[in-house]
């Protein structure tokens, strides 16, 4: 666990609901079930002619991105516009950001617009806790990805897209390949895998993009060689180069990297026939994946994207509700307090 984990109870209310959306380390089985459970009711709400619900009319949700996203970003959108909420998403390059304004003088300002929830993205791990941990108590933060750290949004959206195709986690034997290293969607698959059930999570990439310790922090079998670590898996996650995160020469070419760990057809021939291929997006076609996989019968790509949509709306209204039910439980400690206070003067 990271020092950033251990402040996990911060995501929760005094019910054990949730009050932010940080990170999945220590939450437990049943809330991650609740929320794919959510998702799984609001996917119907995305085929009617009429798509929204009145859940979170009323409320503002705030899109805070610091860092670009196409997906993300707009499928929180949309979950918010479903809900019936009101949706403010900050170009980051227009903002007062870019005229040197601190990250917490911003979500100030924004704060004071009475916004009820924000979603944030940051280049920064622990940006998120940061702001959670800093704003006013009423406002809901919700991780959309920070730095190497947590992505659980992501996390879960791909929890629902493996339990909707393959039923349970149970018996699963799931791969996660490429750059492990620098990759947040990683560790919040481990962590998500590991919670749900899943029996044997595997690991694949070269021993320069490979955390240490993985093994033991998280559960899971480490392979070096991709055509060793795909045999018989039911579901492959594939992960982009983030050379955005990268400072120095981890690789010797995109090239060799795709001769040894990019998923051909051929390479995918050695999972189960009827495996899953998963990637949380951006593609880089050519690079981790060969076209003909990410198009192919086996790809799930985009039905992942759809079923972000679900998950974001379940966590927006599962937050906001457990913002809610804290704010009644202070009440009624407060009106406690006051008949207490007011017998005493007596
Ligand atoms: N998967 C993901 O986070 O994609 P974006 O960067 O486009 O949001």
Redesign the pocket.
Same mark, same amino acid.
């Given at each position: 666990m990271t020092a950033l984990d251990a402040k996990r109870p911060l995501q929760l209310n005094d019910q054990g609901q949730l009050r932010h959306f940080l990170s999945l380390d220590g939450l437990p089985r049943e809330l991650l079930t609740e929320i794919l459970d959510t998702a799984d009711s609001f996917l119907e709400v995305g085929a009617r002619a009429v798509k929204k619900v009145p859940l979170l009319r009323g409320k503002t949700v705030c899109n805070v991105f610091f860092e670009?996203? #196409? =997906? #993300? =970003?707009t499928t929180f959108e949309l979950a918010a516009q479903r809900l019936s909420a009101d949706v403010i998403s900050l170009n980051v390059s227009t903002s007062s950001t870019s005229k040197g304004e601190t990250l917490f003088d911003t979500l100030r300002n924004l704060e004071a617009m009475a916004a009820d929830i924000f979603v944030v993205r940051h280049a920064a791990s622990g940006a998120a806790h940061f702001i959670a941990e800093h704003v006013c108590p009423n406002l809901a933060i919700i991780n959309g &990805?920070d730095g190497r750290h947590a992505?659980p949004t992501?996390g879960m959206l791909d929890m629902l897209t493996i339990r909707r195709h393959k039923g349970s986690f149970e018996n699963l034997s799931v791969a996660i390949v490429g750059d492990i290293l620098h990759s947040r969607?990683a560790r919040s698959n481990m962590l998500a895998l590991k919670t749900l059930g899943c029996p044997d999570i595997r690991v694949i990439a070269p021993k320069t993009l490979l955390p240490i310790g993985l093994e033991e922090s998280y559960g899971v079998r480490v392979f070096s060689d991709a055509n060793e670590g795909l045999k018989g898996v039911d579901v492959v996650i594939m992960l982009r180069l983030q050379r955005e995160r990268m400072t120095g020469g981890l690789l010797p070419s995109e090239g060799e990297f795709y001769r040894l760990f990019g998923l051909t057809e051929q390479r995918l021939k050695l999972a189960k026939p009827d495996a899953l291929v998963m990637h $949380? &997006? $951006?593609i880089n076609r050519g690079v981790e994946i060969e076209s003909a996989v990410a198009d192919g019968p086996q790809s799930v790509i985009l039905n992942q994207v759809t079923y972000g949509i679900a998950i974001r709306m379940a966590v927006l209204s599962m937050t906001m509700s457990g913002q809610n039910a804290q704010r009644q439980l202070n009440a009624v400690s407060y009106t406690h307090l006051r008949a207490h206070e007011t017998k005493a003067n007596l």
């Open positions: 670009n996203s #196409t =997906r #993300t =970003r &990805g992505h992501q969607v $949380p &997006g $951006p």
